[in-house]
């Protein structure tokens, strides 16, 4: 089993800058993928970055230029640096492992908030 927690959401003007953190423990080894989804209201939960074991990236094109996803190994953690921030930023923030060979994601957080103000 892998454990992920997320912190670091909050309540910021547009503009601002907020970081996620998504703390991770268990079995890790097996890990391929570690991703941020968001869901909002009345909205399908959507992928916003992921980061593959070779540290490849992938962003939505909604947050290209603006969010970054990086890993500290020495703390097991994977973080969101998210600049810029628009209202429709607004949104629970989940953090999501996939293991090698899954078709989907294994693991869940149990989300953070984030609303941007206008």
């Known amino acids: 089993q892998v454990q992920l927690v997320e912190s670091g959401g909050g309540l910021v003007e547009t503009g601002g800058s907020l970081r996620l953190s998504c703390a991770t423990s268990?079995?890790?080894?097996?890990?391929?993928?570690v991703a941020w989804h968001r869901q909002a209201p009345g909205q399908q939960r959507e992928l916003v970055a992921l980061r593959r074991r070779d540290e490849s990236t992938v962003y939505a094109d909604s947050v290209k230029g603006r969010f970054s996803i990086y890993r500290d190994a020495a703390k097991e953690t994977v973080y969101l640096q998210m600049n810029n921030l628009k209202p429709e930023d607004t949104a629970v923030y989940y953090c999501?492992?996939?293991?090698?060979?899954?078709?989907?994601?294994?693991?869940w957080g149990q989300g953070t908030q984030v609303t941007v103000s206008s």
């Open positions: 268990g079995r890790l080894f097996n890990v391929y993928v």
């Open positions: 999501a492992a996939m293991d090698y060979g899954s078709n989907g994601y294994n693991y």
